[in-house]
């Protein structure tokens, strides 16, 4: 399995991103997926996820701001990102929610004050 995210960048406080996730070598439609992100000198952390079903979680520091979605046709993940903040700055990755794909690059994501 491939996951090539992108769609990060420089942004300043309260912009918003898109990242974009593309899967392949995958039954994708079946998986349960998240997004996850590494702050610089921090382990990496689950953000949010949506099951194969559709239904979706994420933390509480990113309720309310982030909202994941999928494209099982297309075999997508997208996380919209608004309101960002500076504590958000971290580099993002997609995997299915048992991690156990390879990561990939992920895209880093870094907002300015």
């Known amino acids: 399995v491939q996951l090539q995210a992108s769609g990060g960048g420089l942004v300043q406080a309260g912009e918003s991103l898109r990242l974009s996730c593309k899967v392949t070598g995958s039954n994708f439609k079946i998986f349960d997926m998240g997004w996850y992100r590494q702050a610089p000198g921090k382990q990496r952390e689950l953000v949010a996820t949506i099951a194969s079903s559709g239904t979706t979680d994420s933390v509480d520091s990113v309720k309310g701001r982030f909202t994941i979605s999928r494209d099982n046709a297309r075999r997508f993940l997208y996380l919209q990102m608004n309101s960002l903040k500076p504590e958000d700055t971290a580099r993002y990755y997609c995997?299915?929610?048992?991690?156990?794909?390879?990561w990939g690059q992920g895209t880093l994501v870094t907002v300015s004050s």
């Open positions: 995997n299915e929610r048992g991690t156990s794909w390879s």
